[in-house]
């Protein structure tokens, strides 16, 4: 081969080496189930794993419940022990869980829509359908065995736990419990309107922490704070419930 041509061919080499494109990084794909530490936070709504990067924003579901929230990455701090991540309180509120302690969870990637983050950013809960009960039978199979999780300080329930009346039947209809008196002349027609819940025993755990009424509509419950007698008072009351996590609330009049 001719000086020529060796010189060609390296040529060609240093080329082709010039513009290969650098390898693709892809985005893993994490899909984890695991204990998670509850820290003390009260108005953020971020999650730590150490498989996501700090900034990106996640999915987290609750394993006992089905709720399910979008939360802010921060960085990972360090969960002890068995624990695959760490919650605020402001996360775990949301989840409708409670201070301290740990809970089971479902933590995977999520891209919200700007909108979304901007909310999720300024500690408004951003949240996503609950998960099926098929689907939580599957990912509670997934937790680590023995998994022990130190019990969550609970949010304030009702002495009574609803019971549906008649399990048998396709399509029971348990009365919310406790239901306030329906006569709201008396005290005034505002409401504040805080969420809407499909289990019965978290509607009414979370209208007793609000001091409101549970509305059935069908297989879902409307929790509802007040009545007040002044629109203004409930937009104090709509202010406050709204800095608890739920920024979505809103005032109606209910003749």
Known sequence: MSVGAVALLLMGIG???????????????????????IGPEPSKLT??????????????????????????????ASPGGNDVGRLSAGAARALGLGQGGTANVRIRPAVPSPAEQAAVRSGTTVARLDAPARLLAAL??????????????????????????????????????????????????????????????????????????VRSAGRLYRVQAGPFATRAAAETARASIARRGFGDARIIAQD
């Open 140 to 213: 509670r199979r997934r937790l680590p065995t023995p998994a022990p999780v130190s019990q969550p300080t609970p949010i304030p329930a009702p002495t009574a736990k609803p019971v549906p009346t008649a399990p048998a039947r396709p399509s029971p209809t348990p009365k919310p419990v406790p239901a306030k008196p329906t006569p709201v002349a008396a005290r005034g027609r505002w409401f504040v309107q805080v969420a809407t819940l499909s289990d019965a025993a978290r509607a009414a755990a979370l209208a007793k922490s609000v001091d409101g009424v």
């Open 47 to 76: 999650v730590s794993h150490r498989g996501l990067p700090t900034g990106s924003f996640a999915e987290v579901t609750d394993l006992a419940s089905g709720r399910t929230i979008i939360a802010l990455v921060e960085a990972d």
């Open 15 to 37: 080329q082709v080496g010039a513009e290969a494109p650098p390898p693709v990084i892809h985005e893993q794909r994490l899909d984890d189930v695991g204990a998670v530490s």
